[in-house]
């Protein structure tokens, strides 16, 4: 007895270590939720749009504080049309000239500095669209394992009823039930069947929507392990958190890019300038025989603003309204940011009750009731149909379990896309970048 004893001690031992071994060997291969978002974030095209958009206004930016290129004038002057002679008029040359525009007032340093706050409006909005994709990416996958997890926990309990479904026969087969039992028993079991074919539906929707993102690793096994998610801050303060987001960012440096269409249209007051420079050569004598001497020709060209009204003052005015216009925006996003993140707090805070109450309470209370129902069963003090109507209340209860978990971590992930993984990092970095926004801006307008 002994030996047996310890030959079936060994392999219960064997079979656990051969199920752990299974299981690490599975999820070391199976995708997960930090896997996706790698893939997304480095596959999206959208963000290298943004990336090389504003890149293209760095390149900008440096164009734009240069001078116009000069031109080079080249001709003949004065030149008799009866014989065209060179020699025969004393006012016929050859000329070569230069001519250099100079734009008015500071209008290229003003330009460079709109270039560089349209690069930083793309920028930020390229790091809004990787907060974006992460947070989108994070609730399909919690999606898909929830999908994934509700056909497992349905099969296990299919098999139950499979096991319930026999009995029941058996029992009609000797007259212990009624025939109204086993054809319950079975219908039971083919709604179970319905419903996983309802979720694996599901399943594959979700897998679709993330093959967008992450191409054909959205039809790989996912990690059996629940998906964690960076912790959400007790203390967020929304005033330095929001402010600092990639979209508030962006915002800010579509203002001061309006700012600066202001300062080049009051530019359009001052007199814009352009120089020449040309030399005549002349060839022929003069009448006392001596040769004739070059020409060289030097002007200045001003543009003399006059008539403002319905041009200058028409432009600034325009370009004001354009400041007036993005400082709205700004607002309305901040607004908006401000109300994703409270609704979706409460959410959080209200799933996180319920996930304490099916933790501590109704998991335990409904697998004490499904166990209750089955000893009374086989006692013969209950009817079958209460038997399972527990076991679908069991079934639900920890369907419903999943499901408020699922939402947390989701209604979690919208969290993280305003507050960020590490808001502490992020409301650091980003509060100089900021006040030096500003404080340019607040410049500009004096």
Known sequence: ?????????????????????????????????????????????????????????????????????????????????????????????????????????????????????????????????????????RETYLNLYYEVRAYQIIRETRKLFSKLVKITESNYAAGRVNQQDVVLAGLELSRLDDRSTKIQAREEGYRAELEQWIGDSAWSHINTEFPELPEVPQQVDLNQVIPAHPLIRAENAKINASKQMTEMAKQEYKPGWSLLFDYGFRSGNNPDGSERADFATA?????????????????????????????????????????????????????????????????????????????????????????????????????EDLRVRIDRAAAQARLLYVTGDMVGDIAGDMTGEITGNQNEGNNNEG
Do not use: C
């Open 299 to 399: 002007i200045v060209s001003l543009d003399i603003p006059l008539f403002t009204g319905n041009r200058q003052d028409k432009s600034v005015s325009s370009s004001k309204q354009k400041i007036t216009a993005a400082r709205y925006s700004k607002d309305d996003q901040l607004r908006k940011l401000k109300r994703f993140y409270d609704k979706n707090q409460h959410l959080w805070e209200r799933l996180g009750e319920r996930e304490h109450l099916y933790k501590n309470s109704l998991l335990t209370a409904a697998k004490n009731n499904s166990n209750a129902s089955l000893k009374a069963y086989q006692s013969g003090v209950t009817e079958f149909n209460t038997l399972m109507r527990a076991q679908i209340t069991e079934l639900d209860v920890r369907l």
């Open 1 to 137: 007895m002994r030996h047996s004893s310890f030959i079936n001690t060994k392999q219960i031992f064997s079979f656990l270590l051969l199920v752990t071994s299974l299981l690490f060997f599975t999820n070391s291969y199976a995708l997960s939720l930090k896997q996706a978002e790698q893939l997304a974030i480095q596959s999206d095209p959208s963000i290298e749009s943004l990336k090389a958009t504003s890149q293209s206004y760095v390149d900008e930016s440096i164009a734009d504080d240069t001078l116009p290129d000069p031109k080079l004038r080249f001709g003949a002057v004065n030149v008799p049309v009866d014989t065209f002679d060179f020699e025969q008029e004393q006012m016929t040359q050859i000329k070569l000239g230069i001519q250099q525009d100079f734009p008015r007032g500071d209008v290229l340093s003003i330009k460079q500095k709109q270039s560089q706050f349209l690069s930083r409006a793309a920028l930020s909005m390229a790091d809004n669209a990787e907060l974006a994709i992460i947070r989108d990416v």
